[in-house]
């Protein structure tokens, strides 16, 4: 069973920095491109950044290109995204997913002074 | 700043057929913007069902289908069911960069 699980949301500052992980089980997490989808509250989808299986190509929606940084530890199973700079715009529940399939539960953000 | 379009709301009555139906700012969807639909209910995450225009998940019930209609992507419910109440969201994909449309939220009524 593909199980996506992901953590390191929480409360933080305008200007502050979060770095989500999402723990990947149930399949090859190798060969899998992976992507980040955010929700805020209310809202709805709006896609975020993609990596492929060996980190030698990502992408970002506008929003978040120069704060945020995908990336994968193929080792450990496990999806990151670094986020910096962080605005309140940003508070959101961000999902990972698995080629836009399986989606993991998601963790809250939320920038606030 | 690419924007795609769905219909707000639609009702539908149980055991009907109804259409969504996702546009680009860009013009006319082709099979090349890749188009995906993901059901979502309330409180829970989103549920892939469509991806690349037409092509069913495996969980994906057979009374939904994806397709390509007057220039914008499609996603018809046949013989809808009191459970396929919830938002539906499409995406698109403009080379390198997905957009999803703001969604539509379908009544069973």
């Known amino acids: 069973e593909v199980q996506l699980v992901e953590s390191g949301g929480g409360l933080v500052q305008p200007g502050g920095s979060l770095r989500l992980s999402c723990a990947a089980s149930?399949?090859?997490?190798?060969?899998?491109?992976m992507h980040w989808v955010r929700q805020a509250p209310g809202k709805g989808l709006v896609w975020v950044s993609r990596i492929n299986t060996d980190e030698s190509s990502t992408s970002y929606a506008d929003s978040v290109k120069g704060r945020f940084t995908i990336s994968r530890d193929n080792a450990k199973n496990t999806l990151y995204l670094q986020m910096n700079s962080l605005r309140a715009e940003d508070t959101a529940v961000y999902y990972c997913?698995?080629?836009?399939?399986?989606w993991g539960q998601g963790t809250l953000v939320t920038v606030s002074s | 700043q690419t924007v795609v379009t769905q219909e707000p709301s639609l009702t539908v009555s149980p055991g009907g057929t109804v259409t969504l139906t996702c546009a680009s700012s860009?013009?006319?969807?082709?099979?090349?913007?890749?188009p995906n639909w993901f059901q979502q209910r309330p409180g829970q995450a989103p549920r892939a069902l469509i991806y690349?225009?037409?092509n069913k998940h495996s969980w994906t019930p057979a009374r939904f289908s994806g397709s390509l209609l007057g220039g914008k992507a499609a996603l018809t419910l046949s013989g809808v069911q009191p459970e396929d109440e919830a938002e539906y969201y499409c995406?698109?994909?403009?080379?390198?960069?997905?957009?999803f449309g703001g969604g539509t939220k379908l009544t069973v009524l």
């Open positions: 690349s225009t037409s």
């Open positions: 995406l698109l994909y403009y080379g390198g960069a997905w957009v």
């Open positions: 997913a698995r080629n836009l399939a399986d």
């Open positions: 149930g399949f090859t997490f190798s060969t899998s491109w």
């Open positions: 860009t013009g006319a969807v082709t099979s090349g913007y890749s």
